[in-house]
């Protein structure tokens, strides 16, 4: 078998961790030239991730600008993505998920009639302004793609619902699974300052659909739980956006029991979930670790694109709507036998093989 130059395009952190066991999965194989090009749409979270799996990357685009928009990311993006893949001449090209960065990998595969592989693909609300603009890159990248790597049954579902060609689609189960099993063992080893009579809430929102009052909500409810409750600590990881940075700081900020801190390395922050009683989160990729480790998750936002953790009973959507958010977490504090319900140990997204499927399929699909 030739040799054939696959690109792996990480953007974010989250796109990093789940990209990470591809890249070394393919890294292994004989026929495959790998190459890792970061557009670092999120800088120093992107560095931290590569940093831990020890991904070097080839081609670093550092398009990262304080509140840059949209419209200019998706512009200088599309430019620089041009002139390397006009340099490369790649074989293939592989990208993970919803961002900006996915979107414009695969338009820009599809200018230059490269074949584009996107991981974690079919996840819809069908909405297409909730999450925003994460909905629409995902369905344009649907549609661009050249093979669809889904992680679960409903994702594929979803796919052949849009007359996605059968046979294009893969069952892989989610790359998150490998990450968080390679990595789980080592964050044992990490100590957090936790006190012993405290159980810990670990928070994380940063989606820009909860900018303004819905992320003042939060807070809100955030404090009064702490208020009411003098056995709980909360541990919130704040993302650098400075549409939450200022108002976490601002309402959360004077409270001994709530510690806000920089965003954590990935390992600290598997530990951070491993140690959480209970865990608020608006992000994807909680609501697919945590099960996993037994944690029950209340998702910060209204639809979820990952309804399998909600079937299971592990995930609850509670929105960002005060008393909705106080009442599922009070009741989780205070039931034992409704948590035990949530905190079961389920894994609805995949058993750590997902990349070794994915290496398979493009090998065949390659030779």
């Known amino acids: 078998m030739n040799m054939k130059k696959i690109i792996c ?5 989250p796109e ?38 020890k991904i070097e990357p080839d081609r670093d685009l550092n398009v990262m600008e304080p ?3 949209l419209t200019s990311l998706t512009s200088k993006l599309l430019s620089e993505l041009d002139t390397v893949f006009k340099e490369e001449l790649p074989d293939a090209v592989l990208a993970q998920g919803d961002t900006t960065t996915v979107m414009t990998v695969a338009l820009c595969c599809f200018y230059h009639r490269i074949p584009f592989g996107h991981v974690e693909a079919g996840l819809r609300t069908g909405d297409i302004w909730n999450p925003y603009p994460e909905e629409m890159n995902r369905v344009v990248a649907g549609r661009l793609a050249k093979w669809h790597f889904a992680p679960t049954e409903g994702a594929r579902q979803n796919l052949l619902r849009e007359g996605i060609a059968e046979e294009t689609i893969h069952l892989t189960g989610n790359t998150v699974i490998d990450a968080l099993l390679s990595v789980s063992k080592e964050s044992d080893a990490l100590d957090m300052a936790i006190g012993h009579d405290k159980r810990l809430i670990l928070v994380t929102s940063h989606r820009r659909e909860n900018f303004g009052e819905p992320f003042k909500e939060i807070c809100r409810a955030i404090l009064y739980l702490v208020e009411k409750n003098p056995d709980i600590e909360v541990l919130y990881p704040v993302h650098p956006n400075p549409n939450i940075q200022a108002v976490a700081h601002s309402l959360l900020g004077n409270n001994p029991r709530i510690r806000l801190c920089e965003p954590l390395d990935y390992l600290p922050f598997v530990t951070a979930m491993k140690k959480a009683y209970l865990i608020l989160s608006d992000s994807g990729g909680v609501q697919e670790e945590a099960p996993a480790l037994a944690k029950p998750v209340l998702v910060l936002r209204r639809e979820t694109e990952r309804p399998e953790a909600v079937e299971h009973g592990v995930v609850k959507l509670v929105g960002t709507d005060f008393e909705a958010i106080v009442s599922e977490a009070q009741r989780l504090l205070d039931d034992p036998e409704y948590y035990s319900q949530m905190a079961k140990g389920v894994s609805p997204y995949g058993d750590g093989f997902a990349s070794e499927r994915i290496t398979q399929v493009l090998k065949r699909a390659l030779s």
């Open 9 to 13: 395009v990480v953007g974010t952190r």
């Open 16 to 53: 990093a961790i789940k990209m990470a066991p591809v890249i070394q999965h393919l890294s292994k194989e004989p026929w495959a030239e790998v190459k890792v090009l970061a557009t670092a749409q999120h800088r120093q979270m992107l560095d931290q991730v590569l940093k831990l799996f």
């Open 67 to 69: 509140n840059q928009t």
